[in-house]
């Protein structure tokens, strides 16, 4: 019974995974071309989504531990799919951020092309996704993939931010756009965080080795 549980509790989290993955990429999009349409499903249809899934695998979790009484891994599993559950919820909200930040942007005129934003945003995405994988594969060698990845992450942030700000400092008038796109930079620097996190979490649960100050920018 414990582990039809666990793999009930493990489907819900890779459904709601797949909308946060979802949500993510519309954000994104959204941003890059303009599409105001798919900026407003994420904050208006997707979110409330995310947040039934949050409150649903919570409560699961809870009567999980409280019916069966898990130990060793099978408890660290359960205590995972909470944490992981809760990263999600917050990469859910760092998307909605992104589509708020978006919307204003679509209502004014374009800001300079920030061809650094494209690579940012996929790479984000590629980290979100290689860390459920690695969840679901009990990959460890792809966890520290996710890990890495981050670094490349953080060089295209700091290029958008450099650009941006020379574009303040060049035009007066553009600087609330140009506060809009460092919003949008940051909250995609907190979502390959939290998939940083999660790759960590699973690295953990394998082998029982903790990396969460093992590697740069930890």
Same mark, same amino acid.
């Given at each position: 019974?414990?582990?039809?549980?666990?793999?009930?509790?493990?489907?819900?989290?890779?459904?709601?995974?797949?909308?946060?993955?979802?949500?993510?990429?519309?954000?994104?999009?959204?941003?890059?071309?303009?599409? %105001?349409?798919?900026?407003?499903?994420?904050?208006?249809?997707?979110?409330?989504?995310?947040?039934?899934?949050?409150?649903?695998?919570?409560?699961?979790? !809870?009567?999980?531990?409280?019916?069966?009484?898990?130990?060793?891994?099978?408890?660290?599993?359960?205590?995972?799919?909470?944490?992981?559950?809760?990263?999600?919820?917050?990469?859910?909200?760092?998307?909605?951020?992104? %589509?708020?930040?978006? +919307?204003?942007?679509?209502?004014?005129?374009?800001?300079?092309?920030?061809?650094?934003?494209?690579?940012?945003?996929?790479?984000?995405?590629?980290?979100?996704?290689?860390?459920?994988?690695?969840? !679901?594969?009990?990959?460890?060698?792809?966890?520290?993939?996710?890990?890495?990845?981050?670094?490349?992450?953080?060089?295209?942030?700091?290029?958008?931010?450099?650009?941006?700000?020379?574009?303040?400092?060049?035009?007066?008038?553009?600087?609330?756009?140009? +506060?809009?796109?460092?919003?949008?930079?940051?909250?995609?620097?907190?979502?390959?965080?939290?998939?940083?996190?999660?790759?960590?979490?699973? !690295?953990?649960?394998?082998?029982?080795?903790?990396?969460?100050?093992?590697?740069?920018?930890?």
């Amino acid at each position: 019974m414990l582990h039809e549980k666990i793999v009930e509790l493990k489907r819900n989290l890779l459904e709601d995974a797949a909308l946060v993955e979802d949500m993510i990429t519309k954000s994104i999009l959204g941003v890059l071309e303009r599409n %105001s349409n798919l900026l407003d499903e994420v904050v208006n249809t997707e979110e409330p989504k995310v947040n039934e899934y949050d409150r649903s695998i919570d409560e699961m979790c !809870v009567q999980t531990i409280a019916q069966f009484e898990p130990v060793a891994r099978d408890l660290r599993l359960v205590i995972m799919i909470i944490k992981m559950n809760k990263d999600l919820e917050r990469m859910a909200d760092h998307a909605v951020n992104i %589509s708020e930040s978006g +919307l204003f942007l679509t209502a004014n005129p374009a800001l300079i092309q920030v061809d650094n934003l494209k690579v940012m945003g996929e790479s984000t995405v590629k980290m979100m996704k290689d860390a459920i994988n690695a969840f !679901v594969n009990e990959d460890v060698q792809l966890a520290q993939a996710v890990c890495d990845h981050d670094n490349i992450v953080d060089e295209a942030g700091d290029q958008i931010l450099k650009e941006l700000t020379e574009t303040m400092r060049a035009k007066k008038e553009a600087i609330p756009r140009a +506060l809009a796109m460092m919003r949008i930079a940051h909250n995609l620097e907190r979502i390959a965080d939290l998939a940083t996190n999660i790759a960590e979490e699973v !690295v953990y649960i394998v082998e029982g080795r903790d990396i969460k100050h093992h590697h740069p920018d930890s």
